[in-house]
């Protein structure tokens, strides 16, 4: 049997594999007020001063002005998805946020997961998976481990580690926080490939693929409509997440061959335990010789859970 040791950390809501639907283009102002979801506000307005990662975005260029007001736009007229980002934004933001500080990443890279995943463990269509959006082979270049059994591209902790240590690269690589994001979004050999043939580093010249030249902007409307929702005439009391659940982290030692047997052991539902650890992919886990995994469970009670803390402080 598996050594099992516990820790009690406090977990948000379920990691998400919800595929949000594609926000569509608005042309107009009739578009914002009358597409179907009611705006009582329509104000496009962008904060003064706006920057991204502390580098400076000009909006008096006027091109620039309005390609990120039209994707603020879109989540004007999109409000029930803008609602589920903002709640999830809510919820992954105190677990996201501390590592980014701690590998002194800009917090304002916290809006290219958002842009990447919508903040939810999906798979795009070329096989990127997780918050984050990694690539298989980029994955495993930045130590996650994707098995038979594992994937941790849907390790939230794990991967935001690794993306901090690929946007870090990235950096030392541009010495720009704007190029990092395009290079994110389109890779840097094609990155490289533009910047040679333009003789600019300047992201706001250069002329990139449609899908990278709108990245940023994209990413730009999110930090907007997340960092004030008010301002746009989303109400905050709307906002409302589920409370944090406790957790107990099991630290498995061994392999688990039936992961059924292994929730009911620990009063949970293998459903349940899929939704906390989406990182096991199968129906049994598999540890190596010298290895080990930290599963949450639900921690069962208030009572259990005290003489834990109090054994994990000693």
């Known amino acids: ?45 962008l904060p003064p001063g706006l920057t991204f990662c502390g580098e400076y975005v000009p909006l008096e260029k006027m091109q620039v002005k309005k390609r990120i007001e039209r994707e603020l736009k879109k989540h004007l007229i999109h409000t029930a998805n803008t609602r589920l980002i903002l709640r999830r934004a809510n919820q992954y933001r105190p677990l996201i946020m501390p590592i980014l500080r701690k590998h002194q990443i800009p917090e304002d890279l916290f809006y290219l997961a958002v842009a990447e995943s919508m ?43 690794a993306a901090c240590q690929y946007l870090k690269a990235s950096y030392k690589r541009y010495g720009s926080w704007t190029l990092v ?35 940023l902007y994209r990413i730009l409307g999110l930090k907007c409509v997340l960092d004030n929702p008010a301002r746009y005439g989303i109400r905050i009391n709307d906002l409302k997440t589920r409370p944090g659940q406790v957790v107990a982290k099991v630290e498995a030692t061994e392999s688990i061959h039936d992961l059924e047997a292994f929730a009911k052991a620990h009063h949970t539902t293998v459903e349940e335990l899929r939704a906390l650890n989406p990182w096991i992919t199968a129906a049994r886990l598999e540890v190596p010789p010298h290895k080990s995994y930290k599963i949450a469970v639900p921690a069962v009670d208030a009572a259990s859970a005290g003489p834990l803390l109090t054994a994990i402080s000693k």
């Open 181 to 215: 994001a395009a290079s994110y979004n389109m890779g840097p050999t094609g990155l490289d490939n533009a910047i040679k043939a333009q003789g600019t580093k300047d992201f706001y010249s250069l002329k990139l693929n449609r899908e990278t030249g709108n990245y």
């Open 119 to 161: 903040l939810s463990n999906a798979t795009s269509s070329k096989g990127a998976s997780g918050f984050w959006q990694f690539m298989p082979t980029t994955a495993r270049e930045y130590g996650l481990e994707i098995s038979p059994t594992i994937d941790e591209r849907y390790h939230l902790e794990k991967a935001t580690e």
């Open 1 to 45: 049997m598996s050594k099992l040791v516990y820790f009690l950390v406090p977990l948000g809501i379920l990691l998400s594999g919800v595929t949000l639907v594609n926000l569509q283009e608005a042309d107009s102002l009739h578009d914002l007020k009358y597409m179907g979801d009611h705006l009582s506000v329509v104000n496009t307005d």
